[in-house]
């Protein structure tokens, strides 16, 4: 950690110490150091340095809360930022669930958990490290004849956590990122496509020429795509794909939309949401894990837990606000940390080769996720299966469905793991959505 | 008052022969621009829920970017401290894109004389807390006398108010000062086992009392309200191929999506767009004449000057179907040989500029709205959408509705629900068949969103109709 992190944590606590006890006080402060680098055509085309700070004050008066923030850590800015904070709570109304994080709470500065990685590059470093990438996809095929470019970016970011009950809390973390998105043109028709990388630990990280590789492999695949009839057939979903399906899940099971009935799950609990083959696991721990974290964004421990346990939800993910709107205790889940899908039956290598019929969908465009009725209807890009086998790329349709019936549908589940996200979830097959096409 | 030249320049000892050192270190004979841009915004947000005002906060965001272009390079860097020693550090971070050391001495004229197309006042102060919070209160109680089946309203009221300065190698500098202000209403309604969601909300580049003080709010009440009852009896959406007629007003996001970021000046130099190349073209139908307008007084999507200084203006993108040119900001501007269009905006200081829209809209044309309905045998009429997206290299764009209805012999019948529409800018501009005379703007609660950044945006456009387009529903 970064000497100003140290002392502007001393100061901080120094000066929520020195608070009045008539109300509650909460500090968030965050520090992100980082640069990012963008080469097209073998050539450096940005370079940018971030440096950046935010602190954020929450105060509690008699059950109001009044939320500031700033930018400028000087003296002056802070005692503004904290006295805004109490001036919005003074005007706003009672609200008896309003109030900070008491149990649980976090009690550990500069906590070690295998996130943070620092290290150091010059700028042709990185340079070098895009235009390696990029050169790997542009040497791949004749048909890449345009390029967006491959961009590398790292970033170490500080969190610090304070509140008037006893929160005190603070980690580093690191992050490493590469892509790269090229253009390929058959027969005067284009397709772009990219792939990414992003680890905690640069040593963790895909290759450039990778990187590079799977780009250009990804859009060349894409060439050719033709236009499908509607029909209703099952559908496979990439990792990638998957993690946004499961983070719609998770959005549905978080207790600030339960509570205001603004979920298609709100009456789940208990009951079974997936097919009972599937488990969904929340570990906040994992060594190098995008997820990790070892407290919540209100200083509450985070904990293991099992979120649905063979199909069944067994719980909603809760921050103090929502659980005493549902009179419950905090999950520590003011966000999550890692998530892992998993399913006892066996991890299939392959579920395309168990699919006669069906589309594999591997791009989805939109935001038709209604998480309110859980009616599910976006634009998609993809490979129809024909016989176990790829045949060709398909474009311009969409596939529909609800949620509720896409999580029961979820029949298989692979183990091609994807590795950028804190949801971690292999491919997904779900028996039956509709495809809408021409 | 423009709180970078009466707050931050004075605290932190700055003066225009320090920019001018600053914007020298920052240039040189090898760099075609540098710049400088100054930030001080404020931002505020209540909301009631529950029928309790029971949030509210504020931010401060203040900060500096610099910048240092040369041909296809850009060098950036940026901070929060407006200290002369350290930008004139971050100025050199820039310049240390190209390995050169020279510097060029310059001197900085102001450029005022743009026209001022909103009022140079903070909104978070144009009306006391307690008047924010009585008409929060105020508008929930409106909404929960309108309807028993009422079981959630979430009202929102923000505003923010963006003080800016950029100074330029090019040998100028402006201020500018931005208010915008934001209304938002979601009303869920529940009958039997259904629950369905409405929302509405309105802004622009004003403050308070302009929306306030009028019946506008409570017109938007009623619309959240109505859209949510018409979705209580919404039936699923049949999936193929079929004719849709668009509404007038917001629907132009699909205009936006579909078209505005493919005419973006940065992709068309790097030809990563399918309408590269294609200016003097045929892109549409002779129907379509699209403008990007940033002049319109008060408007969410306006600037008088945009993020580099340059005043907006109003551009037309397709006339008469023939693609007129693209919307560009200096840089991409330089490089493709043509003028800057006013189109350079930037989500903040610490961010890089780039081609934005502004307003976007379509002409109206000669039919009537009613006309166009009529005219449809079997089909879909869309009225409100929730969002979409586009793939710019590809044409392809998806759009949701949030407020649909099938079209039956000429008669608007049964609202559908979860309609996706999916198609390809270009070839569905072609088939855009029939345009009303009633283009309307929406009202003011766009933001779009590109390679992270996000701006404030307004669309619209008239009553059309698009001949085939494909539709996603569950039903077959």
Redesign the interface.
């Known amino acids: 950690m970064s000497a100003t992190f140290h002392e502007t944590t001393d100061k901080l606590k120094n000066i929520i110490d020195g608070l009045d006890n008539k109300r509650e006080y909460e500090f968030h402060f965050n520090s992100t150091d980082g640069a990012d680098v963008t080469s097209r055509f073998g050539d450096v085309e940005n370079i940018q340095y971030h440096n950046d700070e935010s602190l954020t004050v929450t105060c509690i008066d008699g059950k109001r809360k009044g939320v500031a923030s700033t930018n400028n850590l000087s003296d002056e800015s802070i005692k503004l930022t904290i006295e805004k904070s109490k001036t919005i709570a003074s005007f706003l109304e009672t609200d008896e669930h309003q109030g900070l994080a008491k149990d649980n709470l976090i009690n550990q500065l500069n906590i070690d958990c295998d996130i943070n990685f620092p290290k150091t590059f010059s700028s042709d470093q990185l340079i070098d490290m895009t235009v390696e990438c990029e050169k790997a996809a542009l040497d791949y095929d004749k048909r890449i004849n345009n390029s967006e470019g491959s961009e590398y970016g790292y970033s170490q970011s500080n969190n610090l956590i304070l509140n008037s009950h006893g929160a005190v809390g603070s980690y580093s973390s690191t992050s490493y990122t590469l892509s790269c998105v090229v253009i390929a043109e058959e027969n005067g028709l284009k397709e772009r496509d990219y792939a990414y990388t992003t680890r905690r630990n640069f040593e963790q990280t895909e290759s450039a020429q990778a990187i590079g590789k799977l780009s250009a492999k990804k859009v060349i695949s894409r060439l050719g795509a033709k236009s499908i009839s509607t029909r209703k057939c099952p559908v496979i979903l990439t990792p990638e794909l998957s993690v946004g399906l499961f983070s719609s899940f998770l959005s549905a099971i978080n207790g600030n939309n339960i509570y205001k009935k603004n979920s298609f799950l709100s009456e789940y609990l208990n009951k079974q949401v997936f097919a009972s083959h599937i488990n969904i696991t929340e570990k906040p721990d994992i060594k190098e894990g995008l997820g990790t974290k070892p407290f919540d964004s209100e200083g509450v421990k985070t904990s293991e837990k099992n979120i649905i346990e063979g199909g069944v939800l067994n719980t909603f993910l809760l921050d103090t606000y929502s659980a005493s709107q549902l009179k419950s205790k905090s999950t520590g889940n003011s966000g999550y940390t890692n998530i892992l899908i998993e399913s006892s039956k066996k991890m299939l290598n392959d579920l395309i080769e168990s699919v006669d019929e069906g589309i594999l969908v591997t791009e989805m465009m939109g935001s038709g996720a209604n998480m309110l009725t859980g009616d599910y209807s976006r634009g998609a890009f993809g490979y129809l299966i024909e016989k176990g086998k790829i045949s060709y790329p398909v474009t311009n349709f969409t596939i529909a469905s609800n949620m509720i019936d896409m999580f029961k549908n979820i029949e298989e589940i692979g183990n091609d793991y994807y590795m950028n996200s804190k949801i971690k979830c292999g491919s997904v097959m779900i028996k039956d959505m509709t495809i809408g096409g021409n | 008052m423009n709180i970078i030249k009466d707050y931050i320049f004075e605290e932190n000892k700055l003066n225009f022969n320090k920019i001018e050192d600053i914007i020298a270190e920052s240039s040189g004979p090898s760099i075609d621009l540098s710049d400088l841009y100054m930030q001080y915004t404020t931002v505020e947000s209540w909301t009631c829920?529950?029928g309790?005002?029971?949030?509210?906060?504020?931010?401060?965001?203040?900060?500096y970017g610099i910048r240092s272009i040369s041909n296809?390079?850009?060098?950036?860097?940026?901070?929060?401290n407006f200290n002369f020693n350290e930008i004139m550090k971050?100025a050199k971070?820039?310049k240390?894109?190209i390995k050169s050391n020279s510097s060029q001495s310059l001197n900085l004229k102001e450029y005022s004389d743009f026209e001022k197309l909103y009022i140079s006042e903070s909104p978070l102060a144009s009306v006391t807390?307690?008047q924010?919070?009585n008409f929060l209160?105020e508008i929930n109680k409106y909404i929960k006398g309108k309807d028993e089946r009422v079981?959630?309203v979430?009202i929102n009221l923000s505003s923010s108010f963006d003080s800016i300065f950029v100074a330029n190698s090019l040998g100028t500098y402006s201020f500018d000062d931005r208010p915008l202000v934001r209304f938002n209403v979601m009303v869920?309604l529940k009958s039997g086992d259904r629950?369905?969601?409405g929302s509405a909300g309105g802004g622009g580049r004003y403050t308070y009392p302009m929306l306030l003080d009028t019946k506008r709010p409570y017109e938007l009440a009623d619309e959240a309200i109505r859209i949510a009852d018409v979705n209580l009896t919404s039936e699923p959406?049949k999936?193929?191929?079929t004719t849709v007629v668009l509404g007038s007003g917001w629907p132009g996001v699909l205009l936006h999506e579909a078209v505005g970021h493919g005419l973006e000046g940065d992709f068309n130099r790097?030809?990563?767009s399918?309408f590269s190349d294609l200016i003097g073209q045929k892109v549409a139908s002779d129907l379509c004449t699209v403008i990007d307008d940033g002049t319109i007084k008060d408007r969410r999507g306006s600037l008088s000057i945009d993020d580099e200084g340059t005043p907006t203006a109003k551009n037309t993108l397709i006339e008469n179907g023939i693609l007129k040119g693209y919307m560009q900001d200096l840089m991409n501007a330089k490089l493709m040989d043509v003028k800057p269009t006013g189109n350079g905006r930037r989500e903040s200081y610490?961010h890089?500029p780039m081609p934005r829209m502004t307003n976007t809209y379509m002409l109206g044309g000669t039919s009537e709205a009613d006309e166009i309905i009529e005219s449809v045998k079997d089909g879909i009429y869309a009225v409100n959408f929730?969002?979409?997206?586009?793939?710019i290299?590809?044409g392809?764009?998806?759009?949701?509705a949030s407020e649909a209805y099938k079209i039956e012999s000429g008669k608007v019948t049964n609202a559908i629900?979860?309609?996706?529409l999916?198609?390809?800018g270009p070839d569905v501009l072609k088939k855009v068949s029939m345009v009303a005379n009633d283009m309307k703007l929406d009202d003011g609660v766009g933001t779009c969103g590109k390679e992270g950044q996000s701006v404030p945006v307004g669309v619209g456009q008239p009553t059309l109709k698009i001949d085939d387009i494909?539709?996603?529903?569950?039903?077959?």
């Open positions: 829920e529950d309790i005002v029971k949030s509210g906060s504020q931010h401060i965001d203040s900060g296809e390079k850009t060098g950036f860097s940026y901070g929060n971050a971070l820039s240390s894109i807390d307690d924010k919070v209160r079981e959630q979430i869920i629950v369905e969601r959406c999936a193929g191929n790097k030809k990563t399918n610490a890089l929730s969002g979409g997206q586009v793939d290299t590809s392809q764009f998806v759009f949701t629900k979860g309609m996706t999916i198609g390809n494909t539709v996603g529903g569950t039903e077959v």
